[in-house]
């Protein structure tokens, strides 16, 4: 079973990348951009079959590793 | 007084803070611990996570390392009372640990920053800045990418109601939420910063600003 782990900065958290993306996305003529955030997808592939206990222990990767909660939410997918 | 430098893959301040810590602690008195180790050696006052890149920044700086087996040793040592000296990367392990609070973004600028930067001594009720005097300005070097320090208003409220805030930069070059470069934890005895005090020890490194924390870190085990 396949895993997909979206990690993005928390609302409220200033994401200097994001912003400097959008600047650069202003310079190149694309106009009417309001808001860029820059976040990272992980992938993962999972022995397990069961899409709950594989939902349960993607969630506890992402607390322990994958995610700094202090300022990065996260979503998981599977397929 | 007894010190331990905790190595991993990709750190390269290592030797610089065994050399300040053995200049005040004796030779002989600084081990260093690769990240594979499970315990740390007997009878350790400090340990201190030096600089670096430890696994090349992989997913999030000092992520990897926060959770490497020596990891769980030095989280252990410090819940017994240890004293943890952090720097910059070694910053960036412990906010990942949790045994420091907030946590270590890309600079505002976005660059590399690599030069000497004023620091304020916001508090001198430590092991690690008793030998300054409070609101001294210093300069100490950083070298870093990711130092900008990130606290939520009720942290911030609350690092500054328990006199937690280290040091601030005099010119904040990173972002950093307060000007804050370096904090303290709960019961004081860890201490994680951006700037590199080991590397202003000798006057050969261009300043000695830095030799205070060591002495400091001296006197406190001598008084323990």
Redesign the interface.
Known sequence: MKARVHVMLKN???D??GE?VRHALGSLGFDGVESVRQGKVIELELAETDAAKAEESVKAMCE???A?T??ESYAVELD | MKAAVIQFPGSNCDRDMAVALEGVAGNGQVSTVWHKETSLPEGLDVVAIPGGFSFGDY??CG?IAA?SPIAKAVIEFANKGGFVLGVCNGFQVL??TGLL???L??????KFICKDVGLKVETTDSAFTSSYQKRQEISVPVAHHDG?Y?A?DELLAKLRGEDRIAFTYTDNPN?SVADIAGVLSENRRVLGMMPHPERCTEKAHGGTDGAAMFRSILDAMATA
Do not use: C, F, S, W
Request: aromatic letters at 0%; zero cysteines.
């Open positions: 409220g958290v200033l200097p990348q400097a322990k590793l994958l700094n202090v300022i | 997913l999030r992520a959770r906010t990942e609070p907030g946590a973004m890309r600079n505002a600028g976005l900008n990130v939520d972002g």
